[in-house]
């Protein structure tokens, strides 16, 4: 008589290619989520940010303006294997996840409530934490933090120098997945 014992390996990985949309509170964006590992996947993104401003000096008392961006950020979804072990869904690279983002937004042209709101082109890299989650196979929302380098090109305007900055990012996100 011959006992054979197996154990089971844990098959948790991202996924090869992900595309979606997202919206949230200050934009809309369009995205792919790329694998690089069992772990980490490339997620190329663009959208339109958005922004608003308000108050006495503000003709009409208050305005809205979205402006393009270009996201490249690698993330590593750090516990894949571990939601899996626990029966908890895993597709759609479910998981919670460290980032480095980096944001470019041009001056290329906006959409806007008054001609005269303008952008200055940007570029930010921020570390992230954030989740992940899918429901219902195809929607999904995020909730992200992060905190980095920013700086503003003022020179092409005629400025002296650019402006360098403390850049936040807040992400609170949902969308649908194809």
Same mark, same amino acid.
């Given at each position: 008589?011959?006992?054979?014992?197996?154990?089971?390996?844990?098959t948790?990985?991202?996924?090869?290619?992900?595309?979606?949309?997202?919206?949230? #509170? $200050?934009?809309?964006?369009?995205?792919? %989520?790329? @694998?690089?590992?069992?772990?980490?996947?490339? !997620?190329?993104?663009? +959208?339109?940010?958005?922004?608003?401003?308000?108050?006495?000096?503000?003709?009409?008392?208050?305005?809205? #303006? $979205?402006?393009p961006?270009?996201?490249? %950020?690698? @993330?590593?979804?750090y516990?894949?294997?571990? !939601?899996?072990?626990? +029966?908890?869904?895993?597709?759609?690279?479910?998981?919670?996840?460290?980032?480095?983002?980096?944001?470019?937004?041009?001056?290329?042209?906006?959409?806007?409530?008054?001609?005269?709101?303008?952008?200055?082109?940007?570029?930010?890299?921020?570390?992230?934490?954030?989740?992940?989650?899918?429901?219902?196979?195809?929607?999904?929302?995020?909730?992200?933090?992060?905190?980095?380098?920013?700086?503003?090109?003022?020179?092409?305007?005629?400025?002296?120098?650019?402006?360098?900055?403390?850049?936040?990012?807040?992400?609170?996100?949902?969308?649908?997945?194809?």
């Amino acid at each position: 008589m011959t006992a054979i014992s197996l154990n089971a390996q844990n098959t948790a990985t991202v996924e090869g290619s992900i595309w979606g949309a997202q919206t949230g #509170i $200050l934009g809309i964006w369009v995205h792919n %989520e790329s @694998r690089l590992s069992n772990s980490i996947a490339l !997620r190329s993104e663009i +959208g339109f940010n958005g922004g608003f401003m308000g108050g006495t000096f503000v003709e009409d008392n208050f305005q809205w #303006i $979205l402006a393009p961006t270009l996201n490249v %950020e690698p @993330r590593w979804y750090y516990n894949l294997e571990k !939601r899996e072990s626990k +029966g908890k869904v895993t597709s759609k690279n479910t998981a919670n996840f460290f980032s480095i983002k980096t944001a470019y937004n041009p001056d290329w042209f906006n959409i806007s409530s008054s001609k005269n709101n303008s952008v200055v082109e940007n570029f930010t890299a921020t570390a992230n934490w954030g989740i992940k989650r899918t429901l219902w196979e195809h929607f999904t929302y995020e909730v992200g933090l992060g905190l980095g380098y920013g700086v503003e090109f003022w020179k092409q305007y005629g400025y002296a120098d650019n402006d360098n900055f403390i850049a936040g990012d807040l992400q609170l996100r949902v969308g649908y997945t194809f």
